[in-house]
């Protein structure tokens, strides 16, 4: 069946934190999502390996997407390296999406910085005939970039998700093992610390303050993007 996005996130929950609005917008809209987790977390300080892919499963059924599968790279240890290269090419080649998403760099997380360079080039090489996978060689014609948790330059792209914010807060509390969940044992941590759960409001309202909208979610582009005349013309 035609995939319309194929979403890739270094562990399961980074889709989530940067463009969880966008996916669920998508998928209500009709687009075929699939999510592409090259981890499964398994570095994390808590959940464990198996928990981590049932909430995951949970948080894919929320925002509607029509699979969520996994490279099973090793988490705290992506590369872009030929190996790696080679596991995500047949990912592109089966779901041949029109859009791919990946992780933008720079960013503090080593292995969301590896994997913005290995989809980008995965997707290259991918489009070459000569690496034999048993599939078709196909390049999906556009990539688009997010950060899982904060924007280090100025975005491409604003997307408007206000409609989609509470989906998005939903998947991510799907994720509790890892996010703020009062009265539970979870070892403390940044990301599963108050702070950092008030912080993912606050950062969609930020950018939905910059498009004047109630929540939005940044991307970023390797190039300008092509319109047909100016925007905003009615
Ligand atoms: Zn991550």
Redesign the pocket.
């Known amino acids: 069946m035609k995939t319309d996005v194929l979403a890739v ?3 399961p ?2 889709l989530e ?1 940067g463009v969880g609005g966008v996916l669920h917008k998508l998928c209500q809209r009709g687009y075929r999502v699939v999510i592409l987790d090259l981890t499964r ?1 398994e570095m994390g300080t808590n959940g464990t390996p198996e928990l981590r892919l049932e909430e995951a499963a949970q948080a894919a059924k929320i925002l509607g997407v029509a699979e969520r599968v996994n490279a099973g790279l090793p988490d705290g240890a992506v590369a872009n390296t030929l190996e790696h290269q080679r596991k995500v090419i047949p990912y592109i080649r089966q779901y041949r999406p029109d859009i791919l998403l990946a ?1 933008m760099t720079p960013d503090r ?1 080593p ?2 910085a590896a994997a913005h360079a290995l989809v980008r080039d995965a997707n290259y090489f991918s489009g070459l005939g000569k690496i034999d996978t048993g599939h078709e060689r196909y390049r999906t014609p556009r990539v688009f970039y997010y950060h ?2 904060t924007e280090e330059t100025t975005p491409s792209l604003v997307v408007d998700i206000s409609d989609h914010m509470e989906a998005k807060m939903a998947s991510l509390r799907a994720h509790a093992s890892q996010f703020y969940t009062p009265g539970s044992a979870q070892e403390p941590t940044r990301i599963a610390s108050k702070e950092f759960w008030d912080s993912i409001q606050t950062r969609a309202a930020y950018w939905g303050t910059r498009i004047a909208r109630p929540y939005g979610e940044a991307l970023y582009t390797d190039g300008p993007l092509a319109v047909d005349l100016l925007p905003g013309l009615t």
């Open positions: 996130g270094a562990h929950d980074d934190l977390g992780t997380h292995d969301h899982p948790y």
